[in-house]
Each structure stands twice: as structure tokens, then as C-alpha cells.
Nanobody, 128 residues
Framework: QVQLVESGGGLVQAGGSLRLSCAAS????????MGWFRQGPGKEREFVAA????????TYEDSVKGRFTISRNNAKNTAYLQMNSLKPEDTAVYYC?????????????????????WGQGTQVTVSS
């Protein structure tokens, strides 16, 4: 089992920044990648970004490219999502997730089904 705890959400004005953290514990060695997803009001959960633990390679959803940066600190078993130039449409509950598929493509990392472990979510609200 892998336990995930998110932190760092809050209320920010449009154009502002927030950094989300996701601390992993438990059988962290079984996790090959971490992802961030979000679910806005009345919307389905959608992929935001993902990072592979070993290589650090990343993939992003198009609407956040150039504004969001995902990173990881292997020593701390923690993943981060730096969010800059926030927009009201970024308002959502943000979830981190961990996956264990060994051979994975960027397309794999974009799929909700590729993740077996989820955090409880943290609210991000961007005011206009």
C-alpha cells in the first residue's frame, strides 16, 4: 500500500501562484510514477501532469503547459506541482496519485486507470 497526502491548496487571485505537495509513504518503492489530476465543479476528473520517479521525465495536459511544473524529490518521496499564472478555470480539487505500471508511456500516465493509489485531494480556488 502507498499512502498519499496532499497539501498546499488555497485561495489565490488570477495570475497568482501556488505549490502543491504530495508526500508518499508506505510501499513507495512499488510506485514508478506520480500524477496530478483535478476535478472542477460539475466536471469529470482530468489529468494535469505526471512525473516518473527514476528518470524525472514529465508529461502535461495541454492547457497547463508553460504554466505548471511537476517535479519530485526522491529522497523525500514527495512530488510537487508548481502552478503559475493561475486562471479561474484552474479552480478544482487537485488529487495526487501513484502508479505501479513498470513499462509506461506518456499516454499511459494520462489515464486515471493507471493509478492505484490516490490522495484525499486539496482545493484550489482561483478568483477573477
Amino acid at each position: 500500500q502507498v499512502q498519499l497526502v496532499e497539501s498546499g491548496g488555497g485561495l489565490v487571485q488570477a495570475g497568482g501562484s501556488l505549490r502543491l505537495s504530495c508526500a508518499a509513504s508506505g510501499r513507495t518503492f512499488s510506485s514508478h510514477y506520480m500524477g496530478w489530476f483535478r476535478q472542477g465543479p460539475g466536471k469529470e476528473r482530468e489529468f494535469v501532469a505526471a512525473v516518473r520517479w527514476r528518470s524525472g521525465s514529465t508529461t502535461y495536459e495541454d492547457s497547463v503547459k508553460g504554466r505548471f511544473t511537476i517535479s519530485r524529490n526522491n529522497a523525500k518521496n514527495t512530488a510537487y506541482l508548481q502552478m503559475n499564472s493561475l486562471k479561474p478555470e484552474d479552480t478544482a480539487v487537485y488529487y495526487c496519485a501513484a502508479g505501479t505500471i513498470s513499462f509506461n508511456s506518456d499516454n499511459t500516465l494520462r489515464q486515471i486507470g493507471a493509478y492505484g493509489y490516490w490522495g484525499q485531494g486539496t482545493q484550489v480556488t482561483v478568483s477573477s
